[in-house]
């Protein structure tokens, strides 16, 4: 079955920087377009920055494009979020997502505070 699982969360400093990571099992990840979504707390699920299946073409939320960078590797299966500049307001559950609206994640948390 779909598994995604999220690694890479923590707590850091405004203006600190993070690296998320996807790993994907269970269907073939080469062949899919993924995204990255948030929630942050009280809040609904934000999308954040998809990735087409080759890598070749990325989009972003207004509010993170010039300090998030997605990307992927096929051959390990795996998706990152590179995360810089990060703003208290960053701060929230972040989840793989297969396609738009698919499986997601467990999630891995980031809070950003001084």
């Known amino acids: 079955q779909v598994q995604l699982v999220e690694s890479g969360g923590g707590l850091v400093r405004p203006g600190g920087s993070l690296r998320l990571s996807c790993a994907a099992s269970g269907f073939d990840f080469s062949n899919s377009a993924m995204s990255w979504v948030r929630q942050a707390p009280g809040k609904g699920l934000e999308w954040v920055s998809s990735i087409d299946n080759d890598g070749l073409n990325t989009a972003y939320e207004d509010s993170v494009r010039g300090r998030f960078i997605i990307s992927r590797d096929n051959a390990k299966n795996t998706m990152y979020l590179q995360m810089n500049s990060l703003k208290p307001e960053d701060t929230a559950v972040y989840y793989c997502?297969?396609?738009?609206?698919?499986?997601r994640g467990q999630g891995t948390q980031v809070t950003v505070s001084s």
């Open positions: 997502q297969r396609g738009p609206g698919g499986a």
